[in-house]
């Protein structure tokens, strides 16, 4: 069974840098891609970015590109989102999910396991 577990969501100051873990367990993860999402009340959910697990190939939401930075380290099974310049628009719930197959896909609907998520909240 796929685990996924983020941490390091909490309250920030806009301007600021935040970076999120997630902590993958339970198989190996050399086919896959894992993303970042993330999502507010009542609007669906929003791609961030996606990395491949064995290549290390990224991908961004556009808007984004410049300022979050996606990451893994296949020895501990971690994958990381580094966001700088942090503005009050990225409050939302971040998600880390996994793709078996690697789509390289922006669709949450192409991901096959998801952590609980972690708010993170930047005040202005």
């Known amino acids: 069974q796929v685990q996924l577990v983020e941490s390091g969501g909490g309250l920030v100051q806009a301007g600021g840098s935040l970076r999120l873990s997630c902590a993958a367990s339970g198989r190996t993860f050399s086919t896959y891609a894992m993303g970042w999402f993330r999502q507010v009340p009542g609007k669906e959910r929003e791609f961030v970015a996606a990395i491949s697990w064995s290549s290390g190939w990224t991908r961004y939401a556009e808007s984004l590109k410049n300022r979050f930075t996606i990451s893994r380290d296949t020895v501990k099974k971690m994958v990381y989102l580094q966001m700088n310049s942090r503005k009050p628009e990225d409050t939302a719930v971040y998600y880390c999910?996994?793709?078996?197959?690697?789509?390289?896909?922006?669709?949450?609907?192409?991901?096959?396991?998801w952590g609980q998520g972690t708010q993170v909240t930047v005040s202005s």
């Open positions: 999910a996994g793709d078996k197959y690697n789509h390289r896909s922006v669709e949450a609907t192409s991901y096959d396991y």
